[in-house]
């Protein structure tokens, strides 16, 4: 599931007068670096981060602009949509420990292994994640810090909140960096009937408003471990989904609210599960949860004890709840967007105004497929984010064809092009666009058309 800090202010630089040195800079960047790579050597030696320094290597895909990203820290500024969600739902979970501040870049081993991905599993690839170098990512997700939070804490319940990164497509709804809060709770093996069934009373009698949900049973597809019972995985289930139903209740506080269950996979729970809301006129994916892998806490001191785990999308639920309708806007630093919340209020926001779009279409052939060298959509996203910042709202594959002879591919794609802040023009973006068109020629090969 999906669902996030600017040294370097992209829109901005574009703006003003830093138009072209933001520009040169980057220029300069990919000129050097593909030079670079063409002598087969790394770029730049080593790369800061957050005080520290990384060496880079052969894996190192991050850029300057996800890089300028990590001191933004959204979730922590006070009257930011973010920061009031986040606020709500850890009154909710008020017996738990709060964690909101630590570090982005973790490892390998924590982001994958320790949550046990296979080895193949896609979301290690260079495409989905941004890596620092081969043993460092920047987290892709809240669960990477679950076996370290259990591993050192003595709490029975953590509820955690940090900013995530994903090499991603480039819509309304997605955005490179986005929030996720992680809910961990355990409970001893022996005595988990009356801990549970005591937590539920308080649950149930506090929970407001009937609200429309619907439920699937585990099945096949998505087992209780081997290693619990039936009664205990049903009453590990029975206290997740009723805490989560509870927290989106009083979030939303609608009686004519939605929700629904629906099955899901991932490497370190089950059964797991994901939360729908109906919200105009779709299911809108909220949350994903589960019955943590007993594996996890075996390895991380809690043999004895069970327990479930859920990570959801703070930005996913904020644009609903505070009617924001792009992704980009929680990065605005524009007062027209920030003084309308303040401290702890969820009000509805007001736009100011649609500045006009602007589309540009590229086509070109890719590179032919080599091994280990596959062509992914997300290098191209890449470039145009790194390039347009977020004056990109959307890129969209409009065609693709195989020439018929050569078996070459074309992919044509279309950038729409948008502030939200002011009108762009022509000219700026026609500069972009020949910028979008040189980089990813030069970067991944391709022959434009
Ligand atoms: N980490 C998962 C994701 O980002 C969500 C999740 C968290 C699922 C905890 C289950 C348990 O997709």
Not at 123 to 138: A, E, M, P, W
Not at 268 to 277: D, L
Request: proline residues 5%; hydrophobic residues 35%.
């Amino acid at each position: 599931m999906r669902g996030g800090r600017y040294i370097l202010r992209v829109n901005a630089l574009l703006g003003s007068s830093g138009k072209l040195a933001w520009r040169q800079l980057l220029t300069a960047l990919y000129s050097s670096a593909a030079a670079e790579a063409k002598n087969s050597t790394s770029q730049s030696p080593t790369l800061e981060i957050l005080g520290q320094s990384y060496p880079t290597d052969t894996h190192t895909n991050t850029t300057p602009t996800i890089l300028s990203k990590l001191s933004r820290n959204l979730h922590l500024q006070p009257s930011h949509p973010l920061n009031t969600l986040k606020r709500r739902i850890e009154s909710h979970f008020s017996t738990f420990t709060h964690l909101d501040n630590l570090n982005p870049v973790v490892t390998t081993t924590q982001n994958f292994d320790d949550l046990l991905f296979e080895p193949s599993h896609p979301g290690r690839s260079k495409t989905d994640t941004y890596y620092i170098n081969s043993s460092h990512v920047l987290r892709t997700h809240t669960s990477a810090h679950q076996s370290d939070v259990l591993r050192n804490g003595k709490s029975n319940g953590y509820l955690l909140t940090a900013d995530v990164y994903r090499r991603d497509e480039i819509d309304v709804s997605h955005y490179p960096v986005f929030h996720q809060m992680e809910g961990i709770r355990i409970f001893p093996r022996s005595n988990l009937s009356a801990e549970i069934s005591s937590d539920l009373s308080t649950l149930t009698s506090s929970a407001p408003s009937p609200t429309s949900i619907t439920d699937i049973p585990t099945s096949d597809t998505n087992p209780i471990q081997s290693v619990h019972t039936k009664s205990e995985a049903d009453l590990v289930t029975k206290h997740l989904k009723t805490s989560l139903e509870s927290m989106v209740k009083s979030l939303f506080r609608d009686e004519t609210l939605q929700i629904r269950w629906i099955e899901a996979y991932f490497p370190f729970t089950s059964p797991s599960w994901e939360m729908e809301i109906l919200y105009q006129d779709k299911w809108l994916e909220i949350l994903g949860c589960g019955v943590v892998q007993q594996q996890i806490l075996d390895s991380t001191g809690h043999a004895d004890k069970v327990g479930w785990a859920f990570g959801l999308g703070l930005e996913r639920i904020a644009m609903v709840l505070f009617d924001i309708p792009d992704i980009r806007l929680f990065w605005s630093e524009d007062k027209r967007f920030l003084s309308q919340f303040r401290e702890g209020e969820v009000t509805t926001f007001k736009p100011f105004s649609k500045y006009p779009a602007c589309y540009k279409d590229i086509s070109f052939w890719c590179p032919a497929e080599k091994e280990g060298e596959k062509w992914h959509d997300n290098d191209f996203a890449e470039i145009v984010r790194d390039v347009a910042g977020d004056l990109a709202e959307n890129v969209r594959l409009i065609d693709q064809f195989t020439h018929p002879k050569k078996g070459t591919v074309s992919r044509c794609f279309r950038i729409n092009y948008r502030s939200m802040e002011r009108t762009v023009t022509n000219e700026e973006i026609d500069r972009i666009q020949d910028e979008v068109r040189r980089i990813s020629a030069e970067k991944l090969g391709v022959t434009l058309r």
